[in-house]
């Protein structure tokens, strides 16, 4: 059986208390990670981080774990594209958009990536590439949603065998966003502006 564990680094951070951040480690090509938002291939057209690493709060990490178990069972992988987001990022996403079914509003609760938190991620097969979904990552239409359900069987299946595996890990879907899911709970960690570039992975 395959774990993830080891693909994980601990470092402390104090906050308003004490946050667990973890920064991941790739595992290709079970587990595979682009951040699109350290480069300029997402919807703003420029990088928004200043590095590009991936991490979670250890509470999330842990249902992660959870959920890797799970897909492997059903023969694929995981690509993950976002995680943690600083909250003066996610202020300059609002600024563009400003709708509140694709980015959320920082001024209410701090957002959801600014936690550590929320995972963006999609299905894999098992040697790591990226297998068809409804839609794009970060594509902002109604094709993202769970209530559009106009695509081919395929399509609908994987994007429901996702939910239903993260969901019995502990995560939370985002309706509007197939991709999108929240650690349950979520409200309950305090929204964070350190830049990724004070997280280490050694």
């Given amino acids: 059986m395959v774990t993830i564990r080891s693909f994980f ?7 308003i208390g004490a946050v667990n951040l973890v920064v991941i480690k790739p595992k290709p090509p079970l ?14 057209g420029e990088a928004m981080y200043d590095a590009p690493l991936m991490a979670l709060v250890v509470e999330a990490v842990e249902a992660l774990e959870k959920a890797h ?3 492997l069972r059903e023969g694929y992988g995981f690509l993950l594209l976002d995680g943690y987001r600083p909250i003066s990022v996610q202020q300059k996403m609002w600024d563009r958009i400003q ?15 600014t936690r550590g938190t929320a995972i963006d991620l999609t299905l894999t097969d098992l040697k790591g590439n990226q297998v068809e979904m409804p839609t794009p990552f970060d594509s902002f239409s109604e094709k993202a949603s769970y209530a559009f359900t106009d695509f081919p069987p395929l399509i609908l299946k994987r ?17 509007t966003e197939w991709w999108h899911f929240d650690l349950k709970g979520w409200g309950q960690f305090p929204p964070l502006d350190l830049p990724l570039s004070s997280l280490t992975n050694n």
């Fill in 69 to 71: 178990a799970l897909v």
């Fill in 31 to 44: 587990l595979t990670i682009d951040v699109v938002y350290a480069t300029d291939r997402n919807f703003m």
């Fill in 9 to 15: 680094v601990f470092r402390l951070f104090e906050t």
């Fill in 99 to 113: 709708d509140e079914r694709f980015v959320s509003n920082p001024k209410k609760m701090g957002g959801r990536h």
């Fill in 159 to 175: 994007r429901e065998l996702l939910l239903r595996i993260m969901q019995e890990a502990g995560f939370e879907p985002l309706p």
